[in-house]
């Protein structure tokens, strides 16, 4: 009988789940509004709404996988201080969707970035290895590190937290407070902000695309749109986006001796734009021992991969729980 989990991707705008089959992957998706400001509790009894939609009473759901921005405790049952809920403080998620859906399986907790790459090794261009780095390019930056299909996790539980690696220490703060994070470059309104800035005098086709040609509401999907019809200045500005992005892989590689890097999220739809000034600045900040193989790799799943890192962390448990084979 096929095993079937819900994975949920938990958001401060949205709440996205689906139904996953263990090896063919979605069956069945659902979304909704997150409603962040009304507290944990409500959010909870939103997360809980949309697993029920999904079946999370019918017996061939065996297990509940979520992933949440936010430091997640290391029995994957608790999110601490998650940037993109106000006033969350320490929720505890696995006993809060428990109590709510009367569920016995298990509900396993996990950072978003780093379910986006364990769903990426199961589901998505990470496929082709068995360990990388994943980057996601979003309203932050999150990373996972993925050794042997395995989520590394460090002491406590948040290692991969690539964006709050710092490139430069008198640079931008990131909203961790990092000076020149990667996130104060690459996060969605650091990188809006400088092309903003940096477009102001250029003769671009990007002011054509937005409401009155107001560059304040420039975004990276803007930019992708007009580099891709050619305009110089948009390419550019992507260009230094890719370029940053080489140099915190640099360090990543030379720290992890993992080379290949897959590059998720929002602004990763700029494919090329971004990844290949990437590519052509990462050897730079490497070093010559470890720079044979280097592979940097665009994951097109979209959200799709945080949904079903989430089941694959549920299926995890489960087979870790499982009884083994010798047992009376």
């Known amino acids: 009988m096929p095993r079937i989990a819900i994975g949920v991707d938990l958001g401060g705008t949205s709440i996205k789940a689906a139904r996953v089959h263990e090896t063919d992957g979605l069956v069945e998706e659902h979304s909704i509004p997150t409603e962040a400001a009304e507290g944990p509790a ?94 996601t390019l979003g309203t932050g930056v999150g990373g996972a590190i993925i050794y042997q299909n395995e989520i590394f996790r460090g002491s406590t539980g948040g290692a991969g937290e690539i964006g709050h690696m710092t490139i430069d220490y008198e640079g931008p703060l990131a909203r961790s407070g990092v000076a020149g994070a990667i996130e104060g470059y690459l996060g969605h309104e650091f990188i809006s902000r400088h092309a903003q800035l940096r477009l102001l005098n250029e003769d671009t086709i990007v002011t054509d695309l937005l409401p009155d040609g107001d560059l304040t509401q420039v975004t990276p999907k803007t930019l992708s749109e007009a580099a891709r019809k050619g305009d110089a200045p948009a390419i550019a500005v992507l260009a ?51 720079q044979d193989g280097i592979t940097i790799v665009q994951e097109t799943l979209g959200n799709e991969a945080g949904i079903l890192g989430a089941a694959r962390l549920a299926f995890q448990c489960l087979d870790s729980y499982a009884p083994s084979s010798g047992a009376s």
């Open 42 to 135: 409500h959010v909870l009894d939103r997360m809980a709404h949309v697993a029920r939609k999904l079946g999370a009473d019918e017996p061939d759901v065996l297990g509940i996988g979520v992933g949440s921005p936010g430091g997640v405790s290391w029995d994957r049952t608790t999110v601490t201080r998650s940037p993109n809920f106000p006033n969350w403080g320490t929720v505890n998620v696995q006993q809060g969707l428990a109590e709510r859906l009367g569920f016995e399986g298990p509900i396993v907790v996990g950072n978003d970035a780093n379910l986006a790459g364990l769903g990426s090794a199961f589901h998505g261009a990470g496929q082709a290895y068995d360990s990388f780095i994943m980057v």
């Open 240 to 290: 230094w986006a890719g370029h940053k992005l080489g140099c915190v892989l640099g360090s990543a590689i030379n720290l992890l001796d993992i080379r290949a890097v897959v590059v998720g999220g929002g602004a990763s739809a700029a494919g090329d734009l971004i990844l290949q000034p990437a590519r052509d600045t990462v050897a730079d900040y490497v070093t010559p021992a470890l």
